[in-house]
Nanobody, 117 residues
């Protein structure tokens, strides 16, 4: 059974930091591209950051230099370090595991991040 579980969300003041974690099980984790997406109320889900199986990263322009994605294949976990948070970063953050070669794609249930004073 495949499980993708996010954690680490919460309420933080503007300028603060949070670290999201996403633990995956039931998949060959090291083969997957892992991504963080977010969806704010009334908006479409958007890619925040992704990391391929060989460690290449990609970021949305809005989070470059503030967010860092990383992975630990030994722990089947991907992280999103978020610094200098802004109110516009408020959203539900979702973890995604993708192995397009074999059409395997899985989502977590999401974790709420709220940036507010």
């Amino acid at each position: 059974q495949v499980r993708v579980v996010e954690s680490g969300g919460g309420l933080v003041q503007p300028g603060g930091s949070l670290r999201l974690s996403c633990a995956a099980s039931g998949i060959l984790f090291r083969a997957y591209t892992m991504g963080w997406y977010r969806q704010a109320p009334g908006k479409q889900r958007e890619l925040v950051a992704s990391i391929t199986n060989d460690g290449s990263t990609n970021y949305a322009d809005s989070v470059k230099a503030r967010f860092t994605i990383s992975r630990d294949n030994a722990k089947n976990t991907v992280y999103l370090q978020m610094n200098t948070l802004k109110p516009e970063d408020t959203a539900v953050y979702y973890c995604n595991a993708d192995w397009s070669q074999f059409r395997r794609n899985y989502w977590g249930q999401g974790t709420q991040v709220t940036v507010s004073s």
